[in-house]
């Protein structure tokens, strides 16, 4: 009998969790608790807090110092945070999230959003020939459905192809984000019986987070 865990790349839990939160309207967003006793303080501790996001992005521990690596990392990561906070209209977040899923890493995210509006960032995704048809898996993906399998990372086709169609879906702030909870409701045999067992999948930007399984 397979068995299901709750694994994520950073820690990912859906509706509330902090690593997954990135604005009012994705569903998954913070409020600075502190009353700063000046402006200076309010930006002091503002960036703190952005910083020790970025590094829970990252997994990168927070009570250590950085190596050079992974203070470059956090850099790409801090400048790629204020860049997606900067689309403001739903035509430049719609673009980019339908798109995020198919960069390579954050400087590829951060070069496309450099670009001054929709159309040069739509030339410039097609100029550098990212794919973005997700009706062909690798073979690695392929191996996973065929075995009824699901990985992190996979898209939403693929987990549709193994698993089947959800019972229900719940949805996180606005749904350009791609930010969900799918719910299969399970009939399961084991030696005591059988039994009901809900099996959850966390999706962020369209691509799984995380799963987990919960008896009923």
């Known amino acids: 009998m397979q068995k299901w865990i709750f694994v994520a790349a950073s820690t990912y839990i859906l509706m509330g969790c902090s690593l997954m939160q990135r604005s009012h309207e994705s569903g998954y967003s913070n409020e600075y608790s502190s009353q700063p006793s000046s402006a200076t303080q309010y930006y002091s501790n503002k960036r703190s807090q952005d910083v020790n996001l970025a590094k829970q992005e990252l997994a990168i521990p927070l ?72 009706s062909k898996f690798s073979d690695e993906v392929s191996r996973l ?20 169609e959800p019972d229900y879906i719940e949805v996180a702030g606005n749904e350009i984000y791609g930010n969900e909870r799918w719910n299969y409701l399970k009939v399961t045999s084991t030696p005591e019986g059988y039994k009901k067992e809900n099996r959850i999948i966390y999706f962020e930007y369209s691509r799984v987070a995380g799963w987990e399984s919960k008896a009923q």
């Open 63 to 134: 009570s250590r110092p950085l190596t050079e690596t992974e203070q470059l990392r956090l850099s790409y990561k801090l400048r790629l945070n204020k860049l997606e906070k900067s689309l403001s209209t739903s035509e430049e977040k719609k673009q980019y999230y339908q798109l995020k899923p198919y960069f390579k890493n954050d400087i590829e995210r951060i070069r496309f959003l450099k670009q001054p509006n929709t159309v040069a960032r739509k030339r410039w995704v097609n100029n550098r020939g990212i794919k973005t048809n997700s």
């Open 145 to 164: 459905i065929e075995s009824n399998d699901i990985s992190i990372g996979m898209n939403k086709k693929a987990v549709r192809e193994s698993w089947g």
